[in-house]
């Protein structure tokens, strides 16, 4: 089993609507968690991090952890084309932090 | 804050070359900065962990006289590829953590792009 499962999609919403990203994790010890945001040839830029379980909102973006169930969320409300890209969530595995594969996201005008 | 800078952005080099990238935080102190490859339409690889005034610790399968490492000060870290061959081209990223707990957030480097002729 991965240590960090996304789908890769590609998830396509229109302009406007919302998307939803899910990424699970193996490791019941992680505590800290991260989605990244990656244009095509650019490098990762931190969109959010989540620490506790529950939601975390910060203008679009919407964080929600469930550490029971080994799950966290991005929620993008109001997507714009500009949001489209791959999404990578993240999770602290003791000392190392392991990404994802990434969610292709892509939102249609 | 928290801007990571890498230099160069780009380069190409003949095979048998060795190419050095560096890597700065420009506003911060980085104890641990991290370096990571990234293959077209693939994710992140951790290639191997940098610690300030210690030896980098490798991820297995990475060859550590191949990427050699040097994290001299709290705001500098380098990666050189040595004797560099094409199937080493690839998209560089390093990033730092801010903070003093290993498990902070990272913040990366807009990357190096390395082909190798």
């Known amino acids: 089993q991965k240590e960090v499962e996304q789908n890769s999609g590609p998830l396509s919403v229109p302009e406007g609507a919302i998307a939803s990203l899910n990424c699970t994790y193996s490791d019941r010890v992680s505590q800290s968690f991260f989605w990244y945001r990656q244009y095509s040839g650019k490098s990762p830029e931190l969109i959010m991090s989540?620490?506790?379980?529950g939601d975390k909102e910060d203008g679009r973006f919407t964080a929600q952890l469930n550490k029971a169930s080994q799950y966290v969320s991005l929620l993008i409300r109001d997507s714009q084309p500009s949001d489209s890209a791959t999404y990578l969530c993240?999770?602290?595995?003791?000392?190392?932090?392991?990404f994802g594969a990434g969610t292709r996201l892509t939102v249609k005008p | 804050g928290a801007v990571v800078s890498q230099h160069p952005s780009r380069v190409i080099c003949k095979s048998g070359t060795s190419v050095k990238i560096e890597c700065r935080s420009l506003?911060?102190?980085?104890?641990?900065m991290f370096w990571y490859r990234q293959f077209p339409k693939q994710s992140l690889m951790l290639m191997a962990t940098s610690n300030e005034g210690s030896k980098a610790t490798y991820e297995q399968g990475v060859e550590k006289d191949k990427f050699l490492i040097n994290h001299a000060s709290l705001t500098l870290s380098t990666l050189t590829v040595t004797s560099a061959h094409p199937e080493d081209s690839s998209f560089y990223i390093c990033?730092?953590?801010?903070?003093?707990?290993?498990?902070?957030?990272?913040?990366f480097g807009p990357g190096t792009r390395l082909t190798v002729l």
């Open positions: 506003d911060f102190q980085a104890t641990t």
């Open positions: 993240a999770v602290s595995l003791g000392n190392d932090m392991r």
């Open positions: 990033s730092a953590e801010q903070g003093a707990i290993r498990t902070d957030t990272q913040y």
């Open positions: 989540i620490y506790s379980n």
